[in-house]
């Protein structure tokens, strides 16, 4: 086509709708940009202020567990000593009344602590003869019980059987022979050994356990 002829059109009305319409294609597109900037920044900021929510929940979550964790400490400590110093009280009155218990013991040394029976005097020349008993008729005194039990000590270092130099009054006199023989002894040696040997087994386990625990927890 001519150039005059390409003028000539450029000025007739269809050419300036044309145009028209494409300055205004061309100004919804820029709305359409900046509509779609301001979006992308209002999510942004939306996103950032859930974030900054998020954060500040979390540190509030861990500011309570914190607390919680120090406060629990705090109360396992505070019970350990209170453990340590009944432990302590307790040895301290342990060695105490191991020393009276010694005392009470040397106090009785002269005094038998078990009694052959005597044979029966026979009429005439008769032999005299003893009745044979599985202990030999042996009696332990009440100064042997008095030591055997008073040696024990309670978890709080307490005598557990009563003291050996406190017997009652009206009690029966240090010497005098009681009705436990050898056989009684031995058969309550037994229980005791038996308990010991127990509670020994168990605290081993325990240690045991204790240490395997701590060396996972490295």
């Not at 509030?60 to 629990?72: D, I, S």
């Not at 009694?115 to 003893?130: H, K, R, Y």
């Amino acid at each position: 086509m001519p150039l005059f002829s390409m003028k000539i059109w450029s000025t007739t009305p269809i050419a300036r709708r044309a145009r028209q319409g494409g300055f205004g294609l061309l100004a919804y597109l820029i709305a359409g940009i900046v509509l779609v900037g301001m979006l992308s920044g209002l999510a942004w900021k939306v996103r950032e202020s859930g974030k900054e929510a998020v954060r500040l929940e979390w540190r509030e979550a861990n500011a309570v567990a914190e607390e919680a964790a120090q406060k629990l400490e705090q109360e396992r400590a505070l019970e350990a000593r209170k453990v340590v110093a009944a432990q302590q009280s307790a040895e301290r009155k342990a060695r105490d009344y191991e020393t009276k218990w010694r005392t009470a013991r040397n106090a009785l040394r002269d005094v038998p602590l078990a009694l052959c029976p005597t044979p029966s005097p026979q009429p005439g020349n008769a032999p005299q003869t003893t009745v044979a008993s599985r202990d030999g008729g042996i009696r332990l005194t009440y100064s042997f019980l008095r030591q055997y039990d008073g040696a024990w000590v309670s978890n709080d270092g307490q005598p557990l059987f009563g003291d050996p130099a406190g017997a009652s009054e009206g009690a029966p006199a240090a010497g005098a022979p009681s009705t436990r023989g050898l056989d009684a002894l031995i058969e309550t040696h037994a229980v005791n050994a038996q308990r010991c040997s127990e509670n020994s087994r168990q605290l081993g386990a325990l240690v045991a356990l204790i240490r395997k625990l701590s060396g996972s927890a490295d």
